[in-house]
């Protein structure tokens, strides 16, 4: 295998994790070019992406995990329980509450009343 690039002592700086998807700023030193290259989102490709027609590509992971912007912009589904359902088990959970307490009643009062 043949090694293409090397990078020695390069340092990437970028913005903070956020959740724009349309802007991304950042700039690469290396220690072969005093000038500092700038990145911009037109040198960015966010997570789930695919490079198509080039024949080669040299990538640098920048964020990870959900610190990417993707993951940053994803919401907790929606509820798909209706708003019967949600009072249905609302009710059941108190029915079945005040059927507790009434049959621990009920035997506590059944054990006081034999041993009297």
């Known amino acids: 295998m043949q ?22 700023y ?3 030193k290396m220690v072969s070019n005093p000038k500092a290259i700038p990145i911009d989102n037109d040198n960015v490709v966010l997570r789930g ?4 027609n080039i024949d080669w590509c040299i990538g640098l992971v920048v ?3 959900k610190d990417t912007k993707i993951m940053m912009n994803s919401k907790n589904p929606p509820s798909k329980r209706s708003y019967v359902e949600r009072r249905t088990n609302y009710y059941l ?4 509450s005040i059927l507790f307490f009434i049959t ?7 054990i006081s009343i034999s041993y009297n």
């Open 26 to 28: 950042g700039s690469l």
């Open 49 to 52: 992406s695919t490079v198509k």
């Open 93 to 96: 959970f108190a029915i079945f």
């Open 104 to 110: 621990s009643l009920s035997a506590l009062l059944s």
């Open 3 to 24: 090694k293409i690039f090397k990078i020695n002592g390069a340092t990437l700086k970028t913005e903070n994790p956020n959740n724009k998807l349309y802007t991304f």
């Open 63 to 65: 964020f990870t995990g």
